[in-house]
């Protein structure tokens, strides 16, 4: 089956979140992602959830959804033997990512050819460079630095993370956009690039934090929880069997909304128009006991055929039931002897029609299940596999 | 010096909040030519009225000072143009017959109505690139739909993950992490779209619905349920195999530290550091990853008893000394008191007509050896009007005609 990437030979080092989050885009569009793992297995691999709570190297949620359709390849290359290999292995690649210490980062690129190899996208948390870099985090302490946790929480109370790892996939994503960038400008101008993602730069510099908000206005986020009590309604509501999302705060949204839920008066009243801001508690007695009598897939489709953007809060037993979800096949049903069927998500985006098969979710490999025969075509013979093998070098 | 990464492509932007305008961004960072279309007479959602937006303060138009659009649109050039007028069609067939991308930003319909969706657009340029990324995607019974970012957190489980343990949803913030996540997507499926261009010779158009952009970011919530038919609960900081695993008070009202231990040796050199030393003797309870699951509260409480002693920066130091993984927790003040930062020269202090110098947040990368640069700071509406009409063919006279009739135009009305 063609896929868009097929042409692209990619080597990640890392088995970790960002890392294989960076590279599980390229596999599933087409490209070849080799994957050099320890013995262990890695971060990756032993993060939660299991199929029926049987923790195993092989069928962890993340590493069956994010090492798909990948080559898995044991080497210790903390020895010169592994060293060597890798140096021969740099000869398949167009890319590769390193999602490891700087250090180790050092050691890898320096058997790597600075002339004709191929580019390089490190992935680290503070950087290559700087006070910080050695510094270890993990996914909550990364988004700490961000300003994202402080804002989302309230005041006096604990700042908030995001989902468990989702920080991690963020940065690990935001490294597969160079990388590719810097993929496709190597095709071109023949110059061969280093990219480094520092994962508190990616974070802090993308929208959704309050930094430039700050700087310009002076102004902290107000930490008051879900529902903003001045510019309203935004924010999160309880309604008859669970909660909706409203963003109707600012026209035309405002208008539509006191419409749709049988209230235009409400777009003449005084205490509206031009006291909006003191008249928080007024208003919930016209859209309070619209919430409480419907339930939220009426809100959603109710008021958003009059345009209002509203969403309803879906927990994970609604997803696969999402009239949305299923039309559009964005969750694809894995068939798995081993683990038993489950399901992940499809395509991020889709080219040319819905599935037009540039994208593929393929199995996610075994530990080690190709070192053989990578490093056969590499140009090591059954003898000297075995030598690695036996030296543990190679697994 | 600039990254040629992408010098030669040429991208035509037209979206608002937020993914879109970013992912132009990042293209422009690596060296593509790109021309944001922004909306004319009427504002762009990023351009407010009003100075009780995140505008800063001072003279000239509110709607050239807030700060998230300031965020979202540097290194592209700008045409403010009514697509409603048949001088703005005309004008848009010019553009988009030489572009390489066109990113489509508004709900599902709008451009349709405009006259360029694919179907036409496909006839004006067959190898362009053109990417809708609306918020459910074009197709299905959603696809007529709006949201923003935080309608996708509700609808992708991750609002049912976060917040407070014991607290109502209705304490939960509002997030807008796919505006984050969506940016990163748009340009990878964009360079994939110019590869396979590269591979059939012929354009291609795209379908990114931003919900399906962001829900395979949280593969566990979906997979405990169909793997275990459990739904995941909220854990507040916590995590349920890893204690200690928290935010912490420090010495400063509201401020806080993330502290964690993911294993036996980190957890013997925190004990070491909060005077409890004993707690990593083998004889201890809490020297095991099992006894410490059982011991939670007591070990948050010591931790804490800690923490509450230093200020965040200054514990974290002492703590990522002993190699203990430790963070303080960020307020945007506090961006500017990272030594990482502030070394790395990461902040940006750009000029800007409205503005004057104003420091800005830094590149999501760096790449070497022709590193980003912050080439055109974020642009005035209309800034390149007569610049991109010039080069299209466009007389003096005509873009004067055209500013006269406002298919064109560089202010709003307040």
């Known amino acids: 089956m063609n896929q868009p990437l097929n042409d692209i030979c990619i080597i990640e080092f890392g088995a970790s979140v960002a890392g294989a989050a960076c590279t599980k885009t390229f596999s599933d569009y087409g490209a070849r992602v080799i994957k050099i793992e320890p013995y262990d297995g890695g971060k990756l691999r032993r993060i939660p959830p299991f199929k029926n709570d049987i923790p195993s190297i092989n069928s962890g949620a993340f590493h069956l959804a994010f090492d798909s359709g990948k080559e898995s390849v044991i080497i210790d290359f903390s020895s010169n033997s592994g060293l060597e290999i890798i140096k021969e292995l740099y000869k398949l690649a167009d890319l590769v990512i390193y999602d490891l210490p700087p250090s180790n980062i050092e050691k890898l690129q320096s058997v790597l050819d600075k002339e004709s190899g191929p580019s390089t996208v490190s992935i680290t948390p503070h950087g290559l460079q700087g006070p910080y870099k050695d510094r270890i985090e993990n996914d909550i302490s990364t988004l700490a630095w961000t300003t994202r946790m402080y804002r989302n929480s309230i005041e006096n109370e604990q700042p908030l993370r995001n989902a468990p790892e989702s920080t991690l996939v963020q940065i690990g994503h935001t490294a597969a956009a160079v990388g590719i960038g810097i993929y496709w400008g190597h095709h071109h101008d023949k110059i061969r690039r280093d990219a480094e993602v520092s994962g508190v730069e990616a974070v802090l510099g993308n929208v959704d934090t309050g930094f430039v908000s700050w700087v310009f206005t002076g102004n902290l986020p107000q930490r008051i929880g879900g529902q903003l009590k001045t510019r309203y309604p935004t924010g999160i509501y309880p309604c008859k069997n669970g909660y909706i999302v409203l963003s109707a705060n600012e026209e035309p949204w405002f208008s539509r909304l006191c419409i749709a839920i049988g209230h235009p008066e409400i777009l003449k009243d005084q205490r509206f128009t031009e006291f909006r801001e003191d008249n928080w508690e007024a208003f919930m007695t016209y859209l309070g006991p619209y919430l409480e009598k419907h339930d939220k897939n009426y809100i959603f489709t109710h008021l958003q055929k009059h345009g209002v953007m509203v969403a309803p809060v879906l927990n994970a037993s609604d997803l696969l039931n999402d009239s949305q979800a299923i039309a559009r096949k964005s969750f694809i049903e894995i068939k798995d002897d081993k683990n038993g069927d489950f399901h992940f998500a499809g395509a991020p985006f889709h080219m040319n029609q819905i599935n037009d098969h540039s994208f593929q979710l393929m199995a996610a490999p075994e530990l080690g299940m190709n070192t053989n025969d990578v490093l056969g075509e590499i140009g090591y013979s059954a003898n000297e596999i075995i030598a690695l093998f036996r030296a543990g070098v190679v697994g | ?414």
């Not at chain 2, 949201?147 to 957190?153: F, S, V």
């Open chain 2, 1 to 414: 010096m600039s990254n040629h990464s992408l010098e030669g492509i040429k991208v035509v932007e037209m979206a608002e909040a937020w993914a879109g305008p970013v992912g132009a961004s990042l293209l422009g960072d690596m060296g593509a030519d790109v021309t944001k279309i922004e909306s004319y007479p009427r504002h762009s959602l990023t351009r407010p009225t009003s100075s009780r937006y995140a505008t800063m303060p001072g003279n000239g138009p509110v709607y050239e000072r807030d700060a998230l659009h300031h965020q979202g649109n540097r290194n592209k050039k700008n045409l403010a143009m009514d697509l409603r007028t048949k001088f703005g069609k005309e004008i848009m067939r010019k553009i988009l017959s030489e572009a390489d991308v066109f990113i489509e930003g508004y709900a599902a319909g709008k451009i349709a109505q405009l006259g360029f969706d694919w179907e036409e657009v496909q006839k004006i340029n067959p190898n362009l690139i053109m990417i809708s990324i609306a918020g459910w995607g074009l197709a299905g019974p959603y696809k007529n739909m709006v949201t923003l970012g935080a309608g996708l957190d509700a609808t992708t489980g991750h609002l049912s993950v976060r917040g407070y343990p014991e607290g109502d949803f209705v304490d939960t913030h509002p997030n807008f992490h796919s505006d984050a996540t969506g940016s990163s997507t748009i340009f990878f499926a964009i360079l994939t779209a110019l590869i396979q261009r590269n591979i059939t010779g012929s354009g291609t158009f795209i379908d990114l619905s931003q919900w399906e952009a962001l829900v395979w970011q949280f593969p566990a919530i979906l997979a405990d349920w169909s793997m275990n038919k459990r739904i995941p609960a909220r854990l507040g900081n916590a995590d349920m195999h890893i204690v200690p695993h928290g935010v912490y008070k420090t010495a400063e009202d509201d401020k806080w530290i993330v502290v964690v231990a993911e294993n036996d040796d980190q957890w013997a050199r925190l004990c070491e550091v909060i005077s409890h030393s004993n707690w990593a003797d083998l004889s201890h309870a809490y020297s095991s990853i099992i006894g410490r699951l059982k011991g939670r509260k007591e070990i948050d409480e010591a931790i804490e008893q800690f923490t509450i002693k230093y200020n965040g920066f200054d514990c974290a130091d002492l703590l990522q000394k002993n190699n203990i993984l430790a963070s303080p927790v960020v307020t945007p003040p506090d961006v500017l008191l990272s030594k990482q930062l502030y070394e790395r020269d990461w902040h940006k202090t750009i000029e800007h007509k409205w503005t004057g110098p104003v420091m800005v947040g830094g590149f999501l990368w760096n790449v070497e050896p022709d590193n980003l640069d912050w080439n055109i700071p974020t642009a005035l509406v209309g800034e390149h009007n007569k610049e991109i009409l010039l080069k299209l063919g466009y007389r003096s006279d005509e873009i004067d005609a055209f500013y006269k009739k406002n298919v064109i135009g560089n202010k709003y009305s307040d």
